[in-house]
């Protein structure tokens, strides 16, 4: 029987549960060999904080410093995406595909899930408390909600943790 | 790899194994059967306890359930779970999988986190109701609550919207 051809979203962050929810998935979901299937990895930058949530000052900066901000973001993007495209190299059949987006991740996650029409969303789940939740709000619970197709949310261990991923 | 597929009488559990079957396991023919790491896929169906009336409303008419009424209820439960577990074996069998079929009776969230500890479960497949926001405060979500508690990686699967297709 033909394999059967599959688009993964995997949503990558600077995070560590992100590197392990990508490997996780790798090692796990996609076939190594003889596979059709396409992988896409999505970078989200938030976008620009105005306003603090807490206090509520608003910050206002020059468009100099705006600039070295944006640049610093790209430059993690790039990162990140060299990073984990690194830890995609070994597969042969599969084809990997980056992408980068400014926005809330949340949102960007399901449009952009909808526009290529996946079959699966990979996220990772940082693993926050009810508080955490409550303030920071988390981008795997509403993607799980929101998102048309099913969605695979990786927690890392803790005993994981504390060895380094190869 | 071992899967563990938690579904219960609604059709979003049967498609979320439907899901499964079709796209965790779609190596499974070319690998040559019985080799090492092909997947193992379990079903389990968790049965909430039944809640006799009387516990519910302090205030009003209290009905006690008579042991009839309790037996009659325990007898329908059963048959609904087996015909759930007809229906998931069936499915499976169209796959060309056999699975392991668990039948619990408790509070489904802690029953299926408990299951995916017992048995080491690499993955774990919920369908999910689709609950709004209000709705999941006050029902309590069983996905929501594996995602944060079960020890393995958690798959969600929605069912498609009927309309607008």
């Known amino acids: ?166 | 790899m071992k899967v563990l597929v938690a579904i219960d009488e609604s059709e979003g559990g049967l498609y979320a194994l439907k899901w499964a079957l079709e796209n965790l396991f779609f190596n499974h023919e070319t690998a040559t059967p019985g080799a090492e790491g092909s997947p193992v896929i379990t079903v389990v169906h968790v049965q909430p306890h039944f809640q006799p009336p009387h516990t519910a409303i302090p205030v009003g008419p209290v009905i006690f359930a008579t042991p009839a009424v309790m037996d009659s209820v325990k007898k329908a439960q059963e048959e609904s779970a087996s015909e759930v577990v007809s229906r998931a074996t069936k499915l499976c069998e169209q796959h060309m999988i056999k699975p392991e079929m668990m039948v619990i009776r408790g509070n489904p969230k802690e029953m299926i986190v408990e299951a995916v500890e017992d048995m080491n479960a690499d993955i774990l497949v919920v369908g999910s109701r689709g609950l709004g926001q209000i709705k999941r405060a006050f029902l309590g979500s069983v996905s929501d609550y594996c995602v944060h508690h079960a020890k393995c990686p958690v798959l969600i699967v929605r069912p498609p919207k009927s309309s607008g297709k």
């Open chain 1, 1 to 166: 029987m033909a394999t059967k051809e599959r688009k993964i979203l995997v949503a990558v962050d600077e995070g560590e549960e992100s590197a392990y929810a990508l490997s996780w998935c790798l090692n796990n979901v996609v076939a190594e060999i003889n596979s059709k299937d396409t992988l896409v990895l999505l970078y989200v930058i938030p976008p620009h904080v105005v306003y603090s949530a807490l206090d509520g000052t608003g910050y206002l900066f020059s468009q100099d410093i705006i600039t070295s901000m944006d640049k610093y973001r790209k430059d993690v993007a790039e990162t990140v995406i060299e990073k984990t495209k690194k830890l995609c190299k070994h597969l042969q059949d599969v084809k990997v595909e980056t992408r980068v987006e400014v926005g809330d991740p949340r949102d960007v996650i399901c449009n952009v899930a909808e526009k290529t029409s996946v079959d699966m969303v990979v996220l990772d789940s940082h693993g926050y408390g009810l508080i955490k939740r409550a303030f920071l709000g988390s981008v795997s619970n509403h993607c799980a909600q929101n998102c048309k197709c099913p969605v695979l949310i990786v927690k890392r261990p803790k005993n994981v943790a504390a060895t380094s991923t190869t």
